[in-house]
């Protein structure tokens, strides 16, 4: 005759009770070394563990890092956690509010001269050979203002910069190369990387790069698009002819990464140091319909890169109706991915990866009149949808409904200037609104699309006087679609009416840019920038 036997189970009282038994340093130093989503998942076990979690300045260091999407800075040893909390909050209520703690103006330079904002830096240069910078300050993250000058070479065509590698690139005026025999003609471009700080040669990469620009005419107007990330340099050239050609080296060794012509290009940006997004508004059979094409860059190709036969994928466009032309695409996201601070700078935290915004602006032709059309998307919503392809997947097609009405905001393009670069950081957008009945008034707003910080504030009760979520379709019903067109991306707009101007001869602003530390408030006419410190 067999006996059951009662088996005891532990029950998770039992377990709580156990674990409060344990020394409090020791459950210190067991948070510690948890990630912020276990910690949030703790927190609901019980009320020790919350109050522990709670109580913690590195678990709440590390959930403050993380809902605000930044990183920390594990080579800045100077701050200890409870520092580096107490400077987050602060910058993060500032910011919320956008009450920034120092404004200063700066005179740009002659109008033929051509200046940047990157990274914190502000580049002038001009025709004489010589850079102005200015590295603009940050009050929480411990960067002190600074000034200083590099010489340049004074036949410069254009150029861009990576403060956080020491990085300038400076592009010469191309020398046109007629042609001879049986050669066509071609532009002759030599490219420098420079150090950011000394203006003279990298001391990490060769002395210049070589290359040739075949064209279909002689002739010398030319647009580039230059960005960096790690490694890689990325030039796109648009001759006037119609000509775009997309080149990738290594700065490093000078070694040609990738290159691909065609008249399909307008616009590229680096999706992972590993990925190129390139956006088309026209396909190889000469149908203007706007697309993302994902290129592989890992691997060095001798072989010019087709974009319809050798890209990853491609994600489709809401479609437009046939009677509209789309005229050109431009992507635009910051800071490049891979990106970390400089080993120079102390500063505690910084943008986290993969907490990029791309606004991707497409202009089309409807009754002989121009609009143009802004899509918002966050990195993970491509990355997520490339990542999920199986290995060596090439000329995947990924259609606008399966990735586009919830994972973007598609709209019809608020107030801001389709020149200027610098209107996206992170997770936010920077948009300047002006009174245009009587210019007294000018509002700037900033758009984040942080969906964690999103979420905390629904779950505490958005109730914030100067922001509103938007969290409801918005439906795109212009008849320059095929189709109704909703998105449901949530996002929420900070706004501040800025003083007006305390004399009549004070510029009101036009632009506005905006980087991790800093609003950049721009009146071209005057000459003027306006530094909005945080």
């Known amino acids: ?291 993302l094409f994902v290129l592989d860059i890992s691997k060095p190709s001798t072989k010019k890169v087709a974009l319809t036969n050798d890209c990853v994928c491609v994600f489709g466009f809401p479609s437009f109706d046939f009677v509209v032309s789309p005229v050109t695409i431009l992507i635009r996201s910051d800071p490049s991915p891979g990106c970390k601070p400089n080993s120079e700078a102390h500063v505690p935290f910084s943008i986290a990866h993969g907490q990029r915004l791309f606004l991707i602006t497409t202009w089309v032709e409807e009754k002989q009149e121009t609009v143009s059309y802004d899509l918002f998307v966050p990195e993970n919503v491509l990355l997520s949808s490339v990542m999920a392809l199986p290995p060596q997947t ?3 097609v990924i259609n606008w409904n399966e990735w586009g009405p919830t994972g973007t905001r598609f709209l019809k393009s608020p107030p801001h200037p389709h020149v200027w670069t610098g209107n996206v950081f992170g997770s936010k957008f920077v948009s300047f609104v002006t009174d245009t009945a009587g210019r007294s008034s000018q509002t700037l707003q900033i758009w984040d699309f942080n969906q964690l910080a999103i979420k905390r504030a629904a779950a505490l009760g958005f109730e914030k006087e100067n922001t509103r979520l938007v969290n409801d379709t918005t439906v795109i019903k212009d008849k320059a679609f095929a189709r109704r067109v909703r998105t449901s ?20 602003f036009t632009n506005a840019m905006l980087d991790e530390d800093t609003i950049v408030l721009v009146n071209c006419d005057y000459r003027r920038l306006r530094v909005l410190t945080f």
């Open 394 to 396: 090439r000329r995947h």
């Open 489 to 508: 991306l949530p996002y929420t707009i900070t706004t501040r009416t800025l003083p007006p101007p305390r004399s009549p001869g004070e510029p009101t």
């Open 1 to 291: 005759m067999s006996r059951r036997r009662n088996i005891r189970r532990p029950s998770q009282r039992r377990d709580s009770l156990t674990l409060t038994l344990l020394p409090s340093e020791v459950i210190r130093q067991t948070l510690s070394n948890l990630d912020w989503r276990t910690l949030l998942t703790l927190r609901l076990v019980c009320k020790f563990l919350c109050s522990m979690v709670d109580k913690s300045p590195p678990a709440q260091y590390l959930i403050e890092l993380a809902i605000s999407g930044l990183e920390d800075n594990k080579r800045s040893s100077q701050l200890t956690t409870a520092s580096r909390l107490a400077l987050l909050k602060e910058r993060n209520t500032h910011w919320n509010t956008l009450q920034w703690v120092e404004s200063r103006d700066l005179p740009l330079l002659q109008d033929d001269d051509e200046w940047q904002f990157c990274g914190g830096v502000l580049a002038q240069s001009n025709l004489l050979g010589t850079m102005r910078l200015y590295q603009l300050p940050s009050q929480y993250r411990n960067i002190p203002a600074r000034s200083w000058r590099i010489p340049i070479l004074s036949n410069t065509e254009d150029f861009t910069m990576d403060p956080a590698q020491d990085l300038l690139v400076l592009v010469e005026k191309p020398i046109l190369i007629p042609a001879h025999n049986n050669t066509k003609s071609y532009m002759w471009i030599r490219i420098h990387p420079r150090s950011l700080t000394t203006g003279h040669a990298h001391p990490s990469a060769v002395k210049v790069i070589d290359y040739r620009l075949y064209m279909q005419s002689a002739k010398l107007e030319m647009e580039l698009s230059i960005q960096t990330c790690t490694k890689f340099l990325a030039i796109l050239f648009i001759v006037e002819d119609n000509t775009s050609e997309l080149t990738l080296w290594n700065w490093q060794t000078g070694e040609s990464i990738l290159r691909s012509s065609s008249l399909e290009i307008a616009t590229f940006a680096f999706l992972t140091p590993q990925l190129l997004l390139v956006g088309t508004v026209m396909d190889e059979t000469g149908v203007t319909e706007p697309r």
